[in-house]
């Protein structure tokens, strides 16, 4: 598996941030904030980098858990942007509840 580039792998590591900040677990949907420009950069970093390892913080990642994790980060509070990385997913790893665009 690929190692992705760190200089790549610092904006994708701040958008997880920003999502968690405005979409916090407890959220509901109506506390959503437009997450529109960190899911662009995720699933841009996804595109270019399919199936590639990385390190954030003091964990190793891949591009399959990033989608997962932000997927799942954005379920209440987000639908819509939560349907997005939904479609990016390996059709096996996709949930036919989550919000298509």
Same mark, same amino acid.
């Given at each position: ?29 109506? &506390?959503?904030?437009?997450? +529109? #420009?960190?899911?662009? *950069?995720?699933? /841009?970093? $996804?595109? =270019? ?15 399959? &858990?990033?989608?997962?994790? +932000? #997927?799942?980060?954005? *379920?209440?509070? /987000?639908? $819509?942007? =939560? ?19």
């Amino acid at each position: 598996m690929p190692i992705a580039p760190t200089p790549q792998v610092r904006p994708v590591h701040q958008a997880l941030h920003d999502i968690g900040a405005k979409c916090p677990p407890d959220a509901g949907s109506s &506390s959503a904030t437009s997450l +529109t #420009r960190d899911v662009d *950069r995720i699933l /841009a970093f $996804a595109h =270019a980098y399919p199936h590639a390892r990385f390190a954030v913080d003091d964990e190793t990642g891949s591009t399959l &858990s990033l989608l997962l994790v +932000t #997927r799942q980060a954005m *379920r209440t509070c /987000a639908p $819509a942007e =939560a349907g997005r990385v939904n479609q990016a997913l390996p059709v096996a790893y996709r949930e036919a509840t989550a919000a298509s665009p």
